[in-house]
């Protein structure tokens, strides 16, 4: 396993070793005592899938608050996308600032996203799936989210607002100057 952080070093890119031969291959995505020896040491609850049809399919910004926040460990079944974390913890150096990686099936690599940030997702493929595990149940009283392309973070989104596809929740999600359930 190789794990690189991004420019906001809590969030890092996880590179499985692949192991094919004619018949396919396999791997070893996920091992507790590997990603605790790595320094990620962190109890999973709950796996979630997602698809999405289309290019340009935007999921996001979304984060839960305390006490139910989430890390997330992201990786992609299928398809490719651009991952973007935004950190929102007032007390941190780079609140505000967001990084970004893409993630693929063809690269075999997954991104995690610790607690303290807004996660989001746009598609580059189409028929994108994504499997991520999360540290918390979804607790929807604890749900936020930032509306994904606020000018204010600056975001370099490869999809226009004229033909992003979002959900109405995330249509109207709110600016990062407005946000509740920051971190501090």
Known sequence: MEVVSLAIPDVKVIKARKIGDHRGFFSETYNKKAFAEAGI??????????????????????YQAAPHAQNKLVRVLKGRILDVAVDIRRSSPTFGQWVAAEISAAEWNQILV???????????????ELLYKVTDYYAPSHDFGIRWNDPALGIDWPVSADTARLSAKDLAQPLFSEAIGLFD
């Open 114 to 128: 610790p607690v303290g940030f807004a996660h989001g997702v746009v598609t580059l493929e189409p028929d994108t």
């Open 41 to 62: 040491d962190l109890d999973f609850v709950q796996d979630n899938h997602s698809h999405s049809s289309e290019v340009g399919t935007v999921r996001g910004l979304h």
